[in-house]
């Protein structure tokens, strides 16, 4: 069983809608890491958090530590926020990040 | 800044071939990460280094050499390759922010085809 565990695998939405991907992890961790990867591109850092919550345009993200539960959420979605995204927990011990396997989002205009 | 610079951008070997994914970064940060992503996967850890001169392995380091002379050169080598080891290769650099964890840049990708 991974560590983290990212649902849903993969997600379609029509233009405007509000996106969820949740991420929840079984390790200890100092912070949790929301990243973006375009199709046959490279990879991008959008958020790191260790609690409550941050925002950045259109994208909120949210971790309860308590529950071990991080969610990202995208607000009037649109088709250039199709991506994969991709949750990975940082170790409290060393730097070592733990991926989830990532949410295929397919946002149709 | 470049940020995180890894080349080649493709390559394709030979069964048995060796090569290096060059990666560097001028960013000045301690840690760099080598992963590999494979369909179906997350991304997997193959080796890291916490400073010039320190390396250690991670979780799929078989088939895989790395070395740390400088701050901002991060270097994987395939020894002999193998098809198994066909797969998207992303270089990492990062630095303890104020909040203790780690602020992450990547490279932009080595896909690597052994035949």
């Known amino acids: 069983k991974n560590e983290v565990e990212q649902s849903p695998q993969n997600l379609t939405a029509q233009e405007g809608e509000f996106i969820t991907i949740n991420c929840s992890y079984s390790v200890g961790i100092s912070a949790l890491h929301w990243l973006q990867q375009h199709p046959g591109g490279g990879i991008v850092s959008l958020f790191m958090?260790?609690?409550g919550k941050k925002k950045h345009g259109r994208l909120i993200a949210t971790i309860n530590i308590q529950e071990k539960h991080s969610s990202l959420h995208i607000t009037a979605s649109h088709p250039r926020d199709s991506a994969v995204y991709i949750c990975a927990a940082s170790s409290h011990e060393n730097e070592k990040l733990t991926f989830g396997t990532g949410t295929r989002l397919t946002i149709i205009p | 800044n470049a940020g995180v610079t890894q080349t080649p951008k493709f390559q394709v070997l030979k069964t048995g071939q060796s090569m290096t994914l060059q990666c560097a970064q001028d960013?000045?940060?301690?840690?760099m990460s080598w992963y590999r992503q494979d369909p179906g996967m997350g991304l997997r850890l193959i080796h890291y280094?916490?400073?010039?001169?320190?390396?250690d392995q991670g979780e799929v380091p078989n088939g895989y050499n790395v070395s740390r002379s400088t701050t901002e050169d991060f270097p994987l080598r395939l020894l002999s390759a193998a098809p198994s080891q066909t797969s998207v290769y992303f270089c990492?650099?990062?630095?303890?922010?104020?909040?203790?964890?780690?602020?992450?840049?990547f490279g932009a990708g080595s896909r690597l085809t052994v035949l």
């Open positions: 958090l260790s609690s």
């Open positions: 960013m000045n940060h301690e840690y």
């Open positions: 280094s916490v400073g010039a001169g320190i390396t």
């Open positions: 990492a650099s990062s630095y303890r922010g104020p909040s203790g964890a780690n602020v992450l840049t």
